[in-house]
Every structure is written in structure tokens, then in C-alpha cells.
């Protein structure tokens, strides 16, 4: 906002002379003031100085971070990194295939748990294929095992409780039925990944969260599919995993975060003095 000076003259009963003009030199500076001689003596003047910026402009507030999805690599193995972070994959899961488990270890600490028995197996034992050459761990959504399992209600969708403090995870995710279904996978805040199409054989796809939000770290992932319960479930795995805490973002300066403050007025008061 433009400054803007104010000259406001009182005077005596006397006869005054015309005001000069005023010019400006600046925001709220005003020069170049040339009275006429033998001027009438003025009993007070009150100059109003309103400056914009006076107070200066708006401090910038830390935007918060947000979950992101990234779905990028498909089928393809999965990248060393996932947004800013580097990422562990999980290590071997040495217990017996074709058994239910709850929970799969983390390599940095705590576990993942599942919101219901899934069965433990790996691929060309318990499990036919994946994508990209992998050959680990999988956990199948069918009851039992993955190979004499009976299908039924509930097979269709998984959650997923992260460890304490994740940031950044991934997992893979592919039907047991020889078709294409939809796989869409939602963090706790409600981020999604959307209906993505996953293809069996040989279809596996990449799903990748990240938090950018040290106050915001990924809790949950939910898993739904249009399968039906008559489809034998589908299965989850190749995990990698990031407890590296983010630091806080500060955005670059926009117009909202940098626009000025409406100022105070600055009030003078001016006694001018005349020579004759």
C-alpha cells in the first residue's frame, strides 16, 4: 500500500498564505515544503505518516506435510528410494511356508501386523508368480494356505498396521485368480492410491506410501480389491520399509504469506517556525 503523507495546518485569526505543494521523496517522506515569507505563526501541525511494510511482511508458517502415494514403478523392481526417503526391504522370513501369520518383522524394528491371518508362503512354494524376478515372501489373504485354501468373505481386503514412526512403505500386491482386478490401497489420512489394475501372472505391482511430516508418520495402509469371495483372496509382500524422520518443510514465500501487515499510523506532531 503507497504511503501517504498529511499536512494539516491550524492556525491563528491571521491571514495565512497559500499552502506550497508537497512532494514525495518515498513512501511517507515528504520534501521540497517552501512557505511564503513573513508567514503567520502556526499553533501546531500533525503530520500522519501511514507506510506500508511498516511492520513488515508476514512471517512464513511451516506448511504441514502430507502422505503421498507413489505407484511409478508398476511391475518393475522396486527403487532404493521412495520420495526423499532410502528404503530397507524387508530380510527373509525364515519361519515355515504354508502356515498363518499375524504379524511379518520389520528391519527397523517393531512388525507389521495384518487385520487377519494370512498365510505365510513364498513364490514356487505355496505361490506361482510375481513380477520382475522376485522370489521371497508373500503373504496370502486366503485362509490356511495360499495352495488348499477355501475361499471366502473378508479374503478381498487387508490392513496393514505399520511399525511406530514409518514414514515410507511399500508393498507389492496381486490377485491369486488367473484375471485383471483393482486394487486400491488408502492411508490412514485418507490418501489413495485409487483403483489401480493388477494382472495374474506375472502382474505384481508396486504400491508406495511416504510422509513428509514428522508429526504424520504412516499408521495404517488398507488393501480392498473388487475380488469377490469366491475369487481365493489375493497376496501382499516385497516390503520395504523407512523410519527416517523427516524434516520440517518451510514453502517458499507466496503473495498470501508475504503480503504486508495493514500499518499503524505514525503520528507527528510539527511545530514549524517562520522567519520574517
Not at 36 to 45: L, S
Not at 134 to 156: F, L, Q, R
Not at 177 to 183: G, L, N, S, Y
Not at 237 to 247: L, M, Y
Request: glycine residues 10%; aromatic residues 10%; contains cysteine.
Amino acid at each position: 500500500m503507497p504511503g501517504r503523507a498529511l499536512l494539516i495546518w491550524r492556525c491563528t485569526n491571521r491571514r495565512r498564505y497559500a499552502e506550497p505543494p508537497l512532494q514525495r521523496m518515498g513512501d511517507g517522506v515528504v520534501s521540497g515544503v517552501r512557505l511564503g515569507r513573513r508567514a503567520p505563526t502556526v499553533a501546531a501541525a500533525v503530520l500522519l505518516v501511514s507506510v506500508a511494510g511498516i511492520l513488515g511482511a508476514a512471517t512464513p508458517v511451516a506448511a504441514a506435510g502430507s502422505i503421498q502415494f507413489d505407484g511409478s514403478p508398476a511391475s518393475a523392481a522396486p527403487p532404493s528410494t521412495l520420495g526423499p526417503f532410502s528404503m530397507t526391504p524387508f530380510g527373509d522370513d525364515g519361519r515355515p511356508t504354508h502356515a498363518n501369520v499375524t504379524t511379518v518383522p520389520a528391519p527397523t524394528g517393531g512388525v507389521l501386523t495384518f487385520d487377519r491371518p494370512a498365510a505365510h508362503e513364498k513364490i514356487g512354494d505355496g505361490w506361482g508368480n510375481w513380477s520382475h524376478g522376485y522370489t521371497g515372501d508373500i503373504y496370502c489373504t486366503t485362509a490356511v494356505n495360499c495352495t488348499s485354501g477355501t475361499p471366502g468373505p473378508g479374503e478381498e481386503s487387508l490392513v496393514m498396521t505399520l511399525p511406530a514412526n514409518t514414514f515410507a512403505f511399500y508393498f507389492y500386491a496381486e490377485p491369486d485368480k488367473f484375471a485383471t482386478f483393482h486394487f486400491t490401497a488408502t492411508a490412514q489420512d485418507g490418501t489413495s492410491s485409487g483403483a489401480v489394475p493388477v494382472t495374474t501372472p506375472a502382474g505384481a505391482k508396486y504400491f508406495g506410501f511416504f510422509s513428509t511430516d514428522p508429526s504424520n508418520p504412516i499408521v495404517t495402509i488398507t488393501v480392498t480389491t473388487d475380488l469377490t469371495p469366491t475369487d481365493f483372496g489375493f497376496a501382499v509382500g516385497e516390503f520395504g520399509i523407512s523410519n527416517q524422520v523427516p524434516a520440517p518443510v518451510t514453502p517458499a514465500p507466496t503473495p498470501a504469506t508475504t503480503q504486508a501487515l495493514m500499518p499503524a499510523p505514525a503520528v507527528v506532531a510539527v511545530t514549524p517556525r517562520f522567519t520574517g
